[in-house]
């Protein structure tokens, strides 16, 4: 079945990027209309112009389809959503996508550095899905795909402001998609691995001409289908492979509620606790998770 927009309204945040142009030029091939914002910055922050906006927008209209630039930081976030008011009326999906490295090694990173990946990736993010939460709740539609990155879910060397802003993004998520579901509005993320200048770096040249941005864009289209029900999901993507990952929790250990606990206790049972291929659950769910407390509190374990 095809997938289409039309009539819908998609915000793309660092729409001027490798990542977000891709996402844009998609979704407006596809009838949607489309706020390409970015702020046209510097990869490690800081800098700003219209250009990187500009150029996504001209490509679109180029192509026969309907775009707006807009030039505010994420950290406004609420300006964004309000120009996609102002232009088109309304609001349906958002993909937060906007994006700044500070790669610095722990000993090395200041609190500024912390600080200024967490205004673009975390605070920004919050900011969009906020201001446009009660337009989606209210016209009982709306797709959200945040974005996350392998840093975040496995942590990398030198990304310690990235990755904690990375994880925080999923956890964010994770709780708009439960919040959102019964109104039918979806969130998902996305861990997208691709070519741009946020890679330059850490990709030989090769690597980097095989990992084409335009092979992330189908799955955030996929997942902002209006016939969707996925949501919650956490999905890695690029070069053409798609996976999705989830929560394993070993099936642990009871001790007694009723007696003292030891440290040496725990250390007799650490086979048991950490061991994976017994019993091992994917909770989905506050109260999945909440199951061996549930049968402690019911006194099933004495
Ligand atoms: N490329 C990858 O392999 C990869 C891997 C993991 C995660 N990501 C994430 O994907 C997203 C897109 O990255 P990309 O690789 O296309 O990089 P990119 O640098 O090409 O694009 C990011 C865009 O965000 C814009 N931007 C930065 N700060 C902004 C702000 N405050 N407000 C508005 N726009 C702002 C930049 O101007 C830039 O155009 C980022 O969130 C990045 O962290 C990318």
């Known amino acids: ?3 289409g927009f039309q009539g819908k309204v998609v915000v793309i945040t660092g729409a001027g990027g490798a990542l977000g ?3 844009a030029q998609d979704f407006a091939a596809r009838g949607a209309q489309v706020v390409a914002n970015d702020l046209g910055g510097v990869a490690a922050g800081g800098g700003a112009s219209t250009g990187p906006a500009d150029a996504t927008v001209a490509a679109i209209r180029a192509a026969g389809g309907t775009a707006v630039a807009n030039y505010d930081s994420v950290t406004d976030g609420e300006k964004i959503i309000q120009c996609a008011l102002d232009h088109f009326g309304r609001v349906d999906i958002v993909v937060n996508n906007a994006g700044i490295l500070r790669d610095l090694s722990f000993h090395k990173m200041t609190p500024q550095d912390f600080e200024d990946l967490y205004q673009v990736h975390l605070l920004g993010t919050f900011k969009l899905c906020h201001a446009a939460w009660p337009h989606l ?3 009982g539609f709306g797709r959200i795909v945040n974005t996350s990155s392998a840093a975040g879910i496995y942590g990398n060397f030198g990304q310690a402001n990235y990755s904690s802003m990375k994880l ?5 998520t994770l709780t708009l998609a439960t919040e959102g579901r019964a109104k039918n509005v979806l969130a998902n993320t996305i861990a997208p691995a691709a070519m741009s200048r946020l890679t330059l770096t850490v990709m030989t040249a090769e690597q980097l001409r095989a990992m084409r941005a335009e092979l992330v864009s189908p799955l955030v289209l996929k997942l902002c289908d ?17 996976g999705k990952l989830r929560w394993e929790r070993s099936a642990g250990h009871h001790f007694s509620p009723n007696a003292p606990l030891t440290p040496e206790q725990i250390a007799e049972q650490w086979e048991a606790i950490t061991r994976f291929d017994d019993g091992a659950t994917h ?6 998770a909440f199951g061996p407390y549930d049968k402690v509190m019911k006194g099933e374990i004495r």
């Open 137 to 139: 709740r209210e016209q």
């Open 168 to 172: 925080g993004i999923h956890g964010l």
């Open 283 to 288: 909770p989905t769910s506050m109260a999945e």
């Open 226 to 242: 209006p016939a969707s029900r996925e949501t919650g999901g956490l999905f890695e993507v690029g070069g053409g492979w798609i």
């Open 21 to 23: 142009k891709a996402y």
């Open 1 to 3: 079945m095809s997938i």
